[in-house]
C-alpha cells in the first residue's frame, strides 16, 4: 500500500474554521462553564470542523462540530441519529444550536468516542485487524439495509422523504454529470466514451427506487472509529451521516469497496462476510450494482472538484472511475 488511498491524501473543500479558546468558552456555555483545558482541532475529514475539548477537573471530553457546508447538514444528522440510536454506535447530540444568532454557523457539541479511524488500522496492514474492522462494518451495513422506507429519497427537515425527481434518478443524473465540462475534461474523451456506454448499458441492474433502505452515503473506513475490545477490532462509531439518504444499501457497499482492489484480500471478503452474517444474501450482481453506484458518486465528485482546484482528489477519482470500467468483466 505505497500509493495513498482511502482518501488520506484528498484536499478539504473548504478551511478548517479557526476557533480560540474564548470562543470555544463561549459556544459551551449553553452545556457547561467548565473551564476548558485544551482544544485540538481533529484534521479529518473534507468539510466541517471538528474540535475536541478536554476540560481541566478531568471532565469527560467532548466535541464541538460546526457544520460548514450546509445549515440544514446539523438538522438532519440529529434526525438520523435518533433514527438509528438504538441500533448504529454514533456519537450522542448533547446540545445543539442552528439557529446561527450567537455564531457564525450551526454547531453541535457531541459526545467524544475513544477510538481509531479504520483507515489508519488499515493502513498499518495488519490483515487480522483489516479483518475484524471490515467484518463488523458488514454487520453494521447490514443492520442499515433493514431500515427500510415506502420509497427512495431525500429527508426534508421533518425527516419526511420527498422522492427522488425524474432528473435526479440513476441514468438521468449520470447522464447529466458526463455532460458536465468538468467532468469531460477530467474524463478526457476515450474515457468519457466508456463511461457513458457502461452506465447506458447496465443501468436496468440496479434496482427500483421504491425498494429503500437508511443510506449513509459516506460509509467507508475514514468516516469509522473502531476500538480494540477484548483482543478483537469493534465499530465504535459511524460518523459523518450528513449526507444520507433513503436509498439502497448497494451504494454503501459501493463506497466500502472503492479501494479494495488496492487492499488485501481479506478486506473485501470479511466485509461480505459480515453482511451475509446473518442469513442475508447478496443479488448475484451485487457487485456490478454497487460500481455502479459508486460511479455515480465518483462522477458527482469530479463535477465539483476540478483539477486546479484540488487536483490530487480529481487524479484519484478520475483513476478509480478508470479502474471501474477496465474491471468491469471480473466483478
Known sequence: MNEPILKS???????????????????????????????ILLSEGCANTNYKVTFKNNRQPIVIRIYVREKSALHLELGIHKLVESIIPAPRHLYTDDSCSSYSHPYAIMEWVDGTL??????VNDKNAISQCAFDAGIYLNKLRQIKFSKG???????KIRPFD?????????????????????????LHSAVQTLAI????????????NLTHSDYDPANMLVKKIKGEWKIAAIL????????????DIGLMLRYSDKLPACY??????????????????????AKLMDILCLLQ??????????????????????????NWDSF
Open 268 to 289: 473485501e471478503k470479511s466485509f461480505i462476510d459480515g453482511i451475509q452474517h446473518d442469513g442475508f444474501h447478496l443479488p448475484p450482481n451485487w457487485k456490478k450494482q
Open 9 to 39: 491524501h484528498w484536499e478539504r473543500f473548504t478551511s478548517h474554521i479557526d476557533l480560540d479558546t474564548t470562543q470555544a468558552t463561549n459556544l459551551l456555555l449553553p452545556f457547561t462553564k467548565e473551564p476548558i483545558e485544551q482544544l
Open 153 to 159: 429519497g431525500f429527508f426534508q427537515e421533518n425527516m
Open 301 to 326: 465528485l469530479a463535477c465539483y472538484n476540478p483539477s486546479n482546484e484540488r487536483p490530487r482528489m480529481n487524479r484519484d477519482v478520475i483513476s478509480l472511475i478508470a479502474d471501474t470500467v477496465n
Open 201 to 212: 448499458k447496465n443501468a436496468h441492474i440496479l434496482p427500483n427506487d421504491n425498494d429503500a
Open 118 to 123: 479504520m483507515r489508519e488500522v488499515i493502513l
Open 166 to 190: 425524474h432528473d435526479e434518478q440513476y441514468l438521468p443524473y449520470v447522464t447529466t454529470l458526463l455532460q458536465d465540462s468538468t467532468v469531460k475534461e477530467s474524463l478526457g474523451s476515450n
Open 240 to 251: 459523518d451521516w450528513e449526507f444520507a439518504y433513503a436509498g439502497t444499501y448497494l451504494l
